[in-house]
């Protein structure tokens, strides 16, 4: 047997590789969105929770998952009505409704082999309240906005009354 010195010995480092890869990248996001540090990180100018935003965001981001939210705010549907109203397979299905209901969007209630859904719109009410934050603040600043430039055209009507 032939022994090595030390420094010719490297430590094997295991890489994943193509969708296993992404798999463990996401995974790792995920964890690191329910640590209590990132918990701490929020907007100073609405105190949100960016996870909670970034989730029903990109929930809604998607023209298939807001249809369901539509069909699903006229009531409770099971699983296999919502898929017959879209026209893709029930796994397909069955993925948009996993990425509402981590979004918190949707409650599932399992009666036997049965699933039904219903809205849950507390998620969308912080959306909003969000975006109504900003909607206030870029409001505020076109009003300021306006004034100035009413104030300056005021001015300038003053100065060619002044020089005629």
Request: charged share 35%; proline share 5%; with cysteine.
């Amino acid at each position: 047997m032939i022994e090595l010195p030390e420094s010719r010995i490297v430590p094997m480092r295991f890489e994943p590789r193509g969708r296993w890869r992404q798999r463990t990248k996401k995974r790792a996001a995920r964890k690191c969105l329910n640590t209590p540090q990132s918990a701490q990180i929020v907007n100073q100018m609405v105190k949100y929770s960016p996870a909670i935003l970034d989730r029903t965001f990109g929930a809604l981001a998607d023209p298939t998952r807001r249809r369901i939210l539509e069909q699903l705010s006229s009531g409770d549907h099971c699983v296999t009505d919502l898929a017959k109203r879209h026209d893709m397979s029930l796994p397909a299905v069955s993925k948009h409704l996993r990425v509402l209901e981590e979004a918190g969007l949707i409650r599932r209630r399992r009666r036997g082999r049965v699933h039904s859904l219903r809205l849950h719109a507390k998620p969308m009410k912080a959306a909003q309240a969000w975006i109504e934050s900003y909607r206030r603040f870029w409001e505020e600043s076109f009003t300021r906005l306006d004034n100035f430039l009413s104030e300056l055209e005021n001015k300038n009507h003053e100065r060619s009354n002044k020089s005629k």
